[in-house]
């Protein structure tokens, strides 16, 4: 087989990966904007994906992704890194003290914002006419289609978890079942333990449940009911679970509108006994060859179904060295971000290695 060579990317922000793609004009012409925060269910969002592109963040208004990771949190790890060539959608401005931190570590030089109030915002991104396409972390219910930069439908499916065969790489064997077709009492199990039952859409982490026993199946088994009388899910993945594990790895990169490949980086990601995600190890000088036929096939299909941006895969590698993909992300990842700080950050030529978690 051909051997895959791609280049690391060696820009300093997000707008320089997205700047090949985005025919961005002079100051108050832009065409392109990024939406910085995820969509939510909760009863506190002004915009609710409750209609068509569900996600599972919280089987109750307890447990549901809170208003300041999503509109705080999160937006503003992307903000520290956006740029100034490509605008940011931003509905809660960040401290000062936490842009003098950015300037002070990491050479952060400012953005260019647009401020919108969290109440009208995908209204007035609708109606806007500077802004012509949007750049989303998930599609949104409220966003009309024509305003997604990448399809909504499409941007959709990739990121569904039940997508994960059609990559073209390896991964553990798995079973997709739509809810709509069977209920879960119908759903044939595996008859030993461990194993996996994923939502198609989970945030952060939520909806993903390692089978290890029964008292692990009746949680999942009561977390999936709420979900479905919350009317906020149609499918599930019955997934092995691969043993004897030795690395985790995310493997990150980007794909421009012609199906060239920029690599971003590699990490180490951290999880504990029960599956919770701890953090992740970054080594800037990785080499990410063992993974180029994935990255490869991940690009290839990627770019066949007409996406543009940032994808990260995650990868275990079993004891005997086998790689398995199990699970993709085609939006921005938390980890990716601490690599475009390090490139920009002087102090990355001492501390090549990093361990943290948001």
């Not at 960040?94 to 931190?101: A, C, F, I, S």
């Not at 950015?102 to 209204?123: A, K, N, Q, V």
């Not at 461990?194 to 199946?217: A, M, Q, V, W």
């Not at 971000?337 to 948001?358: D, F, G, H, M, P």
Request: charge should be negative.
């Amino acid at each position: 087989m051909t051997p895959h060579t791609f280049q690391f990317f060696h820009g300093n922000t997000l707008s320089d990966l997205f700047a090949q793609d985005l025919a961005v004009q002079g100051a108050g012409d832009e065409q392109f904007a990024l939406i910085l925060n995820y969509p939510a269910t909760a009863k506190w969002a002004a915009y609710p994906n409750t209609q068509k592109y569900f996600l599972q963040d919280g089987s109750s208004e307890s447990t549901k992704t809170s208003f300041d990771k999503i509109c705080q949190k999160e937006p503003w790890k992307i903000l520290a890194v956006l740029g100034k060539a490509l605008p940011g959608v931003v509905i809660n401005q960040p401290p000062d003290l936490l842009v003098q931190y950015w300037r002070e570590h990491f050479d952060f030089y400012g953005t260019r914002l647009e401020m919108m109030d969290c109440s009208t915002y995908l209204d007035n991104l609708n109606e806007s006419d500077r802004i012509n396409q949007a750049i989303t972390l998930f599609p949104f219910d409220h966003l009309s289609p024509e305003k997604h930069a990448v399809n909504s439908d499409t941007h959709y499916q990739l990121l569904s978890k039940a997508a994960l065969v059609k990559l073209g790489v390896s991964c553990p064997h798995y079973q997709t079942y739509d809810l709509n077709s069977v209920s879960l009492n119908q759903i044939p199990l595996p008859s030993q333990f461990p194993y996996l039952i994923k939502t198609s859409h989970g945030l952060s982490g939520e909806g993903t449940y390692i089978i290890r026993d029964r008292s692990d199946l009746n949680y999942c088994l009561e977390e999936l009911k709420k979900y479905l009388k919350l009317n906020l899910l149609r499918t599930i993945i019955v997934s092995e679970f691969v043993k004897y594990e030795v690395n985790n790895y995310c493997v990150q990169f980007y794909i421009n509108r012609s199906g060239n490949i920029s690599l971003i980086g590699v990490t180490q990601q951290l999880v504990s006994s029960e599956g919770n995600y701890l953090g992740g190890l970054i080594d800037y000088t990785n080499d990410l060859s063992k993974f180029s036929e994935m990255i490869a096939a991940v690009g290839q299909y990627a770019h066949q179904q007409g996406y543009f941006g940032v994808i990260g895969f995650d990868v275990l590698e079993d004891r005997d060295g086998k790689f398995y993909a199990i699970d993709a992300n085609f939006q921005f990842m938390g980890l990716w971000q601490e690599r475009l700080c390090s490139i920009c950050n002087k102090l990355n030529t001492v501390y090549r290695v990093k361990a943290y978690s948001w």
